[in-house]
């Protein structure tokens, strides 16, 4: 994660490694503020709003499914992200009717609070919840990009959900820091931990001319899961960057989630 390692480099260049959490985190975490106003190419999203377990009241968007018994979709975006640019991004998911929920972070896109790995997690709990109360009896399925990736990894070893995907995600936050850096993290998103400890079918996607991510991290992960006995499938985008098509990308994906409770939902490497 380029920017990552470059905010920590700047870190360590004027604090030291005596650097506390605090700080190393403002430079970790860089959401990118709310435009001035929302432009949709399509029919615009419902802001929604849930409330942390610590009480913060957190912005989200949500895209109604088109009728009964569809599923939920729930989105984490990546750093330097919001919920904004996430629902521009992800709207793709939802054009089969499901509900798609995007969730955004504190200290994201306005949202009161400061991020941590511990704060993520309780957001991602938050919106998952209240996804089940916008549709009752919905089957729940966790998509996260880049960073959102390791928050709906973490929450798919906790969650009662379907399925889980990936795009884009890194094995750790240690894994992207220099070596000297890793000391003084005060969040590690543990992704390689999480994989081997998922229940449900797992999808891992990742370009190969990932340059934030390197191809090698998604790798990585597969072989993690795969050794767990997990049931993953490995999707290759060849040539696909940080940020594929995915206008693209999203029939692909929403076809793979609704194999994902059938028999025939088996391991793979494509």
Known sequence: ??????????????????????????????????????????????EVSVTTADGLSLKGYYYPPREAGKRLIVFFHGNGGNRYTAARYAAPLAEQGDGLLIADYRGYGGNPGTPSETGLRADAASFIAYGRTLQPGAPVYLFGHSLGGGVALDAATREDIAGVVTLGTFTSLTAMAPAYARPILPDRFDNLKAVSRIKVPLLLIHGTA???????????????????????????????????DFTKLAPTVLGQMARMPTPDWTPYVE
């Open 210 to 244: 990932d340059d934030i991510i390197p191809f090698s991290e998604g790798e990585a992960l597969k072989k993690a899961a795969f050794a767990a006995n997990v049931r993953v499938r490995f999707m290759t985008l060849t040539g696909a960057n940080h940020h594929p």
């Open 1 to 46: 994660m380029k920017p990552v390692v470059r905010a920590i480099l700047a870190v360590l260049a004027v604090t030291g490694l005596s650097a506390c959490a605090p700080v190393v985190r403002s430079h970790i975490y860089l959401p990118d503020p709310l435009p001035a106003s929302a432009q949709w190419p399509g029919e615009a999203p419902r």
